[in-house]
């Protein structure tokens, strides 16, 4: 299956379903989500257990909804999440794979430049995930090949920033 995208702050809905039998009995069914083994979300015996920024949707457990949905999304939410759904004696997983994203932002704080004489400008690009942006410097529309580029740094947020 595809990934899931979310940009970064952003809401997301991991979705996850199930047949439902012609009468739904609460007593034989359990939930539960997980992030690479540790427990997300869980609905056991009526009782919705849900870590802080997630959520379940009880009222649609009877109509095979088990869908997940994530708070402000940061980038250690990315990563393959597990849907366990037991309806006594089935069982049932599913699995799908969260992508956080964070666009660029990019800024080249004005400078004057000296007519025949070497320059540099910084070009500042922050805030971006994941690591591996592309930066191409363009001299009157052609790209500049001598440019060189150091490794992205990361950020407390797990976000990256780049200064060329």
């Not at 250690?76 to 004696?89: A, E, L, M």
């Not at 956080?100 to 430049?113: D, L, Q, W, Y």
């Not at 500042?124 to 440019?147: E, S």
């Amino acid at each position: 299956p595809s990934p899931v995208r979310a940009a970064l702050g952003s809401d997301v809905r991991l979705p996850c379903t199930f047949s439902v039998r012609e009468r739904f009995e609460i007593s034989k069914f359990y939930l539960a989500w997980s992030l690479g083994g540790l427990r997300v979300a869980e609905y056991v015996k009526g009782q919705n257990i849900s870590q802080r920024g997630s959520a379940l949707f009880p009222e649609e457990l009877s109509r095979g909804n088990c869908s997940l949905l994530l708070r402000q999304v940061a980038v250690p939410d990315g990563g393959r999440y597990t849907c366990t759904v037991i309806y006594t004696p089935d069982k049932e997983q599913k699995q799908l794979e969260l992508q956080v994203t964070a666009a660029p932002r990019v800024s080249i704080p004005r400078k004057a430049g000296v007519l025949n004489a070497a320059s540099s400008f910084p070009c500042h690009v922050w805030g971006f995930y994941p690591w591996d942006v592309t930066v191409t410097w363009l001299r009157d529309g052609r790209v500049l090949t001598d440019a060189t580029r150091p490794a992205p740094q990361r950020n407390p947020d797990g976000t990256f920033n780049l200064t060329l």
